[in-house]
């Protein structure tokens, strides 16, 4: 799984550039209402915390900001580059102080149980090699 792992973030990590053109192609720009409908569905408190594993490039993370103005959320993603053009994305858009993020694989998040009000994962779940990990379904199988 960890060569899996490199090899998936490497390939990520070289479209990173290419990433949101590609979304918006691809899914000839449903990606967006998909992100919106999915955000939505969090129904996150006012002032709530949410964690979004596998950022990207944050569009997710900002789509959040956006429905939900007093939120904090955090986006962890482990492709530095996918993370830096995200970084910038916040901070062009004037959020840098409510949306952080942080490079860390979904597998091995770097924040406590419990730290969230709602988490979100939009395309990136396929990418995850170890979906099973500290899940008691998983543990009995």
């Known amino acids: 799984m960890a060569e899996q792992r490199v090899a998936v973030e490497r390939m990520f990590s070289a479209i990173a550039p290419r990433y949101d053109f ?25 002032d709530g915390q949410l964690l979004d594993v596998c950022t990207g490039t944050a ?3 900002l789509e959040a900001a956006r429905q939900f103005p007093t939120a904090t959320i955090a986006g962890v993603d482990f492709s530095r580059p996918m993370v830096d053009l995200g970084r910038r994305k916040v901070s062009g858009a004037g ?7 942080s490079v860390a694989p979904a597998e091995a ?33």
């Open 22 to 46: 590609l979304n918006r192609l691809l899914s000839a720009g449903r990606d967006r209402v998909w992100r919106r409908e999915a955000v939505r569905a969090t129904r996150l408190p006012t």
């Open 59 to 61: 569009d997710m993370a």
């Open 95 to 101: 959020l840098a102080g409510r949306v952080v993020l």
């Open 109 to 141: 998040l770097p924040f406590p149980d419990g730290a969230f009000d709602a988490a979100t994962i939009a395309f990136g779940l396929r990418n995850v090699p170890d979906r099973c990990w500290r899940s008691p379904r998983c543990a009995a199988s």
